[in-house]
């Protein structure tokens, strides 16, 4: 039995699993709200925009919290739906719905707004982007990354543990709250764990975190995540990316025909055991990685404590 078919079994929800494989996640149909949004929310801001969506800062004054608001572009997402045409993907909505975890941001509602767009309501992380604390080295890393991709990793057995890939872990996706809580904030990308989604040929992802048998468009799984994962430790510690930032998937391809680079020459004062965690965090054959989160964490926790 290999590794598919045991999550496959672990992660399988309903009674009648899709031709070919396990069964897809129970993903609940509901009426849709409708929503004004100018009149129920009183937008503060903007936080980020994503390639399909924006995210603002926003008062509900339905429940009187603030919040944050995101409204994705109908025909970039109508266009990212048409990828699984046949597949039932469920919406960002449904899936935020479902994942209620400490690790992973707390979506409170989903439906569309008055022109027809998708909206998700969610808590209102107040804190920092992974990737900004990496971009500037920022101190507050410093004695915390075993702890804060602890959490993630945390975040991603989750997801695994009912049924869905993440595809878009990177530390653009990931918040860092005052309190020091690691949050993973965009299920834009995620998808049913079953073989119809594994099938080769859907490269969505960002491009520098991409594993290899997604860009060769091989059949995928879990691991996927898991090298996703890999590479943005591989950045929190050495503070760069095991290969050059590549402009293209073809160009990425291409540098990933060569080994990793060696975490030492990127910051000397990695040790030889961090060495080794981060090199096996990157491997190209999935084989090689850390095969789950909860193997790629007790490695992580092994580390020592100064990180």
Same mark, same amino acid.
């Given at each position: 039995?290999?590794?598919?078919?045991? /999550?496959?079994?672990?992660?399988?929800?309903?009674?009648?699993?899709? +031709?070919?494989?396990?069964?897809?996640?129970?993903? $609940?149909?509901?009426?849709?709200?409708?929503?004004?949004?100018?009149?129920?929310?009183?937008?503060?801001?903007?936080?980020?925009?994503?390639?399909?969506?924006?995210? /603002?800062?926003?008062?509900?004054?339905? +429940?009187?919290?603030?919040?944050? =608001?995101?409204?994705?572009?109908?025909?970039?997402?109508?266009?990212?739906?048409?990828?699984?045409?046949?597949? #039932?993907?469920?919406?960002?909505?449904?899936?935020?719905?479902?994942?209620? *975890?400490? #690790?992973?941001?707390? +979506? /409170?509602?989903?439906?569309?707004?008055?022109?027809?767009?998708? !909206?998700?309501?969610?808590?209102?992380?107040?804190?920092?982007?992974?990737?900004?604390?990496?971009?500037?080295? +920022?101190?507050?890393?410093?004695? *915390?990354?075993?702890? !804060? =991709?602890?959490?993630?990793?945390?975040?991603?057995?989750?997801?695994?543990?009912?049924?869905?890939?993440?595809?878009?872990?990177?530390?653009?996706?990931?918040?860092?709250?005052?309190?020091?809580?690691?949050?993973?904030?965009?299920?834009?990308?995620?998808?049913?764990? @079953?073989?119809?989604?594994?099938?080769?040929? #859907?490269?969505?992802? @960002?491009?520098?975190?991409?594993?290899?048998?997604?860009?060769?468009?091989? @059949?995928?799984?879990?691991?996927?995540?898991?090298?996703?994962?890999?590479?943005?430790?591989?950045?929190?510690?050495?503070?760069?990316?095991?290969?050059?930032?590549?402009?293209?998937?073809?160009?990425?391809?291409?540098?990933?025909?060569?080994?990793?680079?060696?975490?030492?020459? =990127?910051?000397?004062?990695?040790?030889?055991?961090?060495?080794?965690?981060?090199? $096996?965090?990157?491997?190209?054959?999935?084989?090689?990685?850390?095969?789950?989160?909860?193997?790629?964490?007790?490695?992580?926790?092994?580390?020592?404590?100064?990180?």
């Amino acid at each position: 039995m290999g590794l598919f078919d045991i /999550f496959s079994g672990l992660f399988s929800r309903s009674a009648k699993a899709p +031709s070919g494989g396990s069964a897809s996640p129970v993903v $609940k149909k509901m009426k849709l709200p409708i929503i004004n949004v100018e009149k129920r929310f009183e937008l503060m801001g903007r936080l980020g925009q994503g390639s399909m969506s924006k995210v /603002f800062r926003a008062y509900d004054r339905e +429940s009187g919290k603030t919040v944050c =608001l995101k409204v994705l572009d109908k025909e970039k997402t109508a266009k990212f739906q048409a990828r699984f045409q046949g597949l #039932n993907r469920p919406t960002e909505g449904e899936v935020a719905e479902l994942m209620k *975890h400490k #690790n992973i941001v707390q +979506s /409170f509602e989903h439906g569309m707004t008055m022109t027809k767009e998708p !909206y998700v309501v969610m808590e209102l992380v107040d804190g920092m982007g992974l990737n900004f604390l990496i971009e500037t080295r +920022s101190k507050q890393l410093d004695g *915390h990354r075993i702890d !804060y =991709l602890s959490q993630l990793a945390d975040g991603i057995a989750h997801m695994h543990k009912i049924g869905f890939l993440h595809r878009d872990i990177c530390p653009r996706n990931v918040m860092v709250d005052k309190e020091g809580v690691v949050k993973i904030i965009d299920l834009g990308l995620a998808v049913p764990y @079953t073989p119809p989604f594994c099938k080769p040929g #859907n490269r969505t992802g @960002t491009t520098n975190y991409l594993a290899p048998e997604l860009i060769k468009r091989q @059949t995928t799984d879990h691991r996927v995540d898991m090298f996703a994962l890999g590479v943005t430790a591989f950045e929190m510690f050495t503070g760069l990316l095991p290969w050059e930032r590549a402009a293209s998937l073809q160009m990425l391809l291409s540098l990933m025909n060569k080994p990793a680079r060696d975490p030492r020459e =990127l910051r000397p004062d990695i040790d030889e055991e961090t060495c080794r965690f981060l090199t $096996k965090c990157v491997e190209r054959d999935p084989r090689d990685r850390y095969q789950t989160p909860k193997d790629f964490r007790e490695a992580l926790q092994a580390l020592p404590a100064h990180w």
